[in-house]
């Protein structure tokens, strides 16, 4: 039988309504959540290991890094076969992505959470779990990046993004659907992504800010972040990559002190490109030298630049990390 390690790391499926306050908190050990996937061991050996039991906003990309090298340490092991990761689901694709563009092994890496505590009807944390071990188990799951699974939807950590605030099938992949499904406990897969991206590091640089754009903005966020000493800026420009004149003026500013600035869209679906002349119009920002992020969020083109400086600080090499992936 297959050995699968599983790395409890917080989030709602490791907690329950504290009665005094009426609001949920960490509260239940690895131990716990795991007695709860019952019949799992007709299925697969389970190793289990507590990292934290942090919610999702107190995760740091210096704790993703610590917790990228833990993984890697299961992974080097012969008798393991692949590695389930808990998280709080409101940055689980963050983190997910983390481990996606750090870990370099044919070995299935899937991460769960829940969006229901211990405490709810319908605590969807144990089906959530025994789905990811059995995803991880599997011989297709091999060679196709971190997974994230849960409500019995596998979805790549390059493409998933949290959808929505409550409902269980939050997780989603806006421009391709996701990879495969969990039936009758068996992973089946309907497609690749094709994103294989491994960035080979062990450091990051954290100072990376995001910016989100928004009608009549100007450039003082901007002008802040590069006062305050920001290495690296993420851009959630409007609609094809555009931004308001006088925020553009100020991205302009930061490029010519050395920092490489990403751009990405606000919209949930869809490529930025340099479709728009006038000034803050994509052409005119790629002129100056802004780096075109795809199809990413804000949240994930940033993991992607604090782990891209972490390589190094020249803006060409971190331009062809960025558009030379599936551009
Ligand atoms: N706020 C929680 C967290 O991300 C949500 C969850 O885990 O579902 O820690």
Known sequence: MKKVVVIFNGGTIAMKVDERIHAAVPSLSGEEVMSMVTGIESHAVVESHNF????????????????????????????????????????????????????????????????????????????????????????ESRGRGVLVCLNDEINAASEVTKSHSMKLNTFESPEFGLVGIVDDN?????????????????????????????????GKLVDFCVENGAKGLVIEAMGRGNIPPKMAASVKNAICKG???????????????????YEGGGKDLRTAGVIFGDDMPGQKARIK???????????????????????
């Open 186 to 218: 068996k992973a089946h897969f309907y497609r690749e992504s094709l994103d294989h991206d491994y960035i080979d590091i062990d450091k990051i640089e954290t100072n990376v800010d995001l910016i989100k754009a928004c009608a009549g903005m100007d």
């Open 259 to 277: 920092i490489p600035v990403v751009l990405v869209s606000r919209c949930y679906r869809g490529r930025v490109l340099d479709s728009y002349g």
């Open 52 to 139: 934290s039991s942090l919610p999702s906003p107190h995760v740091t990309p210096e704790l993703m890094l610590e917790l990228s090298n833990y993984v890697k340490t299961f992974l080097d092991r012969d008798d393991v076969d692949g590695v389930v990761v808990t998280h709080g689901t409101d940055t689980l694709e963050e983190t997910a992505y983390f481990l996606h563009l750090t870990i370099n092994s044919d070995k299935p890496v899937v991460v769960t959470g829940s969006m229901r505590n211990g405490s709810e009807l319908g605590y969807d944390g144990p089906a959530n779990l025994s789905a990811a071990i059995c995803t991880a188990i599997s011989d």
């Open 305 to 327: 630049l604090i782990i891209a400086l972490g390589k190094t600080n020249s803006i060409d090499e971190i331009r062809e990390i960025f558009e030379n992936g599936r551009y």
